[in-house]
Each structure stands twice: as structure tokens, then as C-alpha cells.
Nanobody, 122 residues
Framework: QVQLVESGGGLVQAGGSLRLSCAASGRTFSIYAMGWFRQAPGKEREFVAAISWSNGNTFYADSVKGRFTISRDNKNTVYLQMNSLKPEDTAVYYC????????????????WGQGTQVTVSS
């Protein structure tokens, strides 16, 4: 099993920045990719970004491309740097991990964190 713990959410004004962190523990050797998803009230969960654990390749949703950056360190932690935040970025952000290649489909992820709230005020 893999455990994921997110941190770094909060309230920020439009145009501001936040950095989310997700620490993985447990059988981390089985992780091949990690991703970030978000879910706004009344909406389905959507893909935000993903990163390959082996080569660091990154993938982004069009809505965040150029504003968000996903990265990882060598201590099993993945980050989501969010700049130029907009009110429509308000959502609960979830970290996820899978034993396969990066994917933008939430159903393909094996492990999930508890989520962290990001609220962007206008």
C-alpha cells in the first residue's frame, strides 16, 4: 500500500500563488507516476497535472498550462506550484499515485490522498 498526504492548501486572492505538497509513504517503489486532480462543488473531478516518477516527464490540463508546475524531489514528494490563480481554480485538490505511466484519467490511479482545499477569491 501507498499512503499520500497533501498539504499547502488555503485561501488566496486572484493572481496569487500557492504550492501544494504530497508526501508518499509505504510501498513507494511501486509508484511510476503521480498526479494532481481537483473537484469543485457540483462538478466532476478533473485532471490537473501528472509526472512520471522515472524520467520526470510532465503533463498538464490545458486550463492550467503555463500557470501550474508539477515537480518531484528524491524523497517521494510531489509538488504543485500554482501561479496566477483564478477564482475558477477553487476546488479540493487531490494527489494520486499509480503503478503505471502518467494518465489524465482518475480511474487509472491506485492511491489517493485525502484532499486539500484551495480557495481563490476575486
Amino acid at each position: 500500500q501507498v499512503q499520500l498526504v497533501e498539504s499547502g492548501g488555503g485561501l488566496v486572492q486572484a493572481g496569487g500563488s500557492l504550492r501544494l505538497s504530497c508526501a508518499a509513504s509505504g510501498r513507494t517503489f511501486s509508484i511510476y507516476a503521480m498526479g494532481w486532480f481537483r473537484q469543485a462543488p457540483g462538478k466532476e473531478r478533473e485532471f490537473v497535472a501528472a509526472i512520471s516518477w522515472s524520467n520526470g516527464n510532465t503533463f498538464y490540463a490545458d486550463s492550467v498550462k503555463g500557470r501550474f508546475t508539477i515537480s518531484r524531489d528524491n524523497k517521494n514528494t510531489v509538488y504543485l506550484q500554482m501561479n496566477s490563480l483564478k477564482p475558477e481554480d477553487t476546488a479540493v485538490y487531490y494527489c494520486a499515485a499509480r503503478t503505471g505511466f502518467p494518465s489524465n484519467y482518475d480511474v487509472e490511479y491506485d492511491y489517493w490522498g485525502q484532499g486539500t482545499q484551495v480557495t481563490v477569491s476575486s
